[in-house]
């Protein structure tokens, strides 16, 4: 399977906080890296934050450093991507991504090198 399906998305105002879950079908997440990505209108999807399949290594975009905060609980087969201080340029459809591996601390944080993919879930933050 490998289907991820996204949550937490809404609406809220400029300074606030959301928390995104990606939930893993099965057992099928704990084997693998996750990625969060996002593409607002007219532009490009792109990286937002990725962490190892041990939870032990996790990297962002300089755009959310300090902000955003990934996260995984592999006994719940659930990702995590919490955003505070939210800004307007962060509005965006959010996706989580998930690629297969066995390599416990590796970070994927190219597009193409993940295997299943979420529909997204709207952020939209108001000024």
């Known amino acids: 399977q490998g289907q991820l399906v996204e949550s937490g998305g809404g609406l809220v105002q400029a300074g606030g906080s959301l928390r995104l879950s990606c939930a893993a079908s099965g057992r099928i997440f704990s084997s693998y890296a996750m990625g969060w990505f996002r593409q607002a209108p007219g532009k490009e999807r792109e990286f937002v934050a990725a962490i190892s399949w041990s939870g032990g290594n996790t990297y962002y975009a300089d755009s959310v450093k300090g902000r955003f905060t990934i996260s995984r609980d592999n006994a719940k087969n659930t990702g995590y991507l919490q955003m505070n201080s939210l800004k307007p340029e962060d509005t965006a459809v959010y996706y989580c991504?998930?690629?297969?591996?066995?390599?416990?601390?590796?970070?994927?944080?190219?597009?193409?090198?993940?295997?299943?993919w979420g529909q997204g879930t709207q952020v939209t933050v108001s000024s």
């Open positions: 991504a998930a690629h297969e591996t066995h390599i416990p601390n590796i970070v994927v944080y190219t597009t193409t090198r993940y295997s299943y």
